[in-house]
Structure formats: C-alpha cells, structure tokens
C-alpha cells in the first residue's frame, strides 16, 4: 500500500542535531497521519511525534517536546523530524510509519494507539553518545 524510507540517522554527540527524512513512494491508499517512532534495545516502542496529514495538527511526547519537530513537505512526499538537544536517552532506531485511512487521523491517536492498517519502515539508528 505504501514504502517509506527513512535516512539521516548516525552518531552524534550530546546537545547535538540530526535531520531524520522519510520518504514516502508507491502510494496506492490515501493515509490519514504519519509519525515518528523510535525502539531502544529491551524497550518497546514509543510514539514521539506525529502529525494529521490534512489538519496539520502534531503531536509530541513529553520526552521530546521543545527538543523535536516533524515537518512535512508534501510535495516531495518526505517528512522530517529535526532533533536538537539530543540526549544519550535518545539513542535508539527510528522509523516513520503512516495509517492508510480515508479521513484525517488526530495526531495524538497515530502515536498513542496501534492499529492494523499502519504500515512502517525499516528505520534508521540514532546514537547519542560522547
């Protein structure tokens, strides 16, 4: 229904900055949000930012508030997340994941809760570390 690809993860020292991208492509079914998610070793995943994707509306975990934005430029099908501050906290893989739905999908409800017509990346690593 739809590929997404993410970049721009890497190692970087504390109160450091990363750009994470993910494009979106062979999309058959319209989605109705898309965030970011990230999965550290022995944790589960957690929801960090996501955005309606015709409100525009966002969502961020308190973790993350004031340190991350996600953006999404449409045109190129890419959302971003930029991540500033960054702590050895953050050290995990990110992955953006979309739910196919014909409607606008509150942000908070795309992070918050899972359902069966997400559809998510491979990831990328983030390392915080000195």
């Known amino acids: 229904q739809v590929r997404l690809v993410e970049s721009g993860g890497g190692l970087v020292q504390p109160g450091g900055s990363l750009r994470l991208s993910c494009v ?5 079914f319209p989605y109705g949000a898309i ?5 550290a070793p022995g944790k589960e995943r957690e929801g960090i930012a996501c955005i309606s994707k015709t409100s525009g509306g966002t969502y961020y975990t308190d973790s993350v508030k004031g ?3 996600i953006s999404t430029e449409i045109a ?3 959302t971003y997340l930029q991540m500033n501050s960054l702590k050895p906290e953050d050290t995990a893989v990110y992955f953006c994941a979309v739910r ?3 409607w606008d999908i509150p942000a908070q ?3 918050v809760l ?3 017509d997400d559809y998510r990346g491979r990831g990328t690593q983030v390392t915080v570390s000195s």
């Open 24 to 28: 979106a492509s062979e999309v058959t």
């Open 35 to 39: 965030g970011w998610f990230r999965q």
């Open 67 to 69: 340190r991350f934005t």
């Open 76 to 78: 190129k099908n890419t």
């Open 100 to 102: 196919l739905s014909l």
């Open 109 to 111: 409800d795309m992070c």
């Open 114 to 116: 899972t359902s069966g």
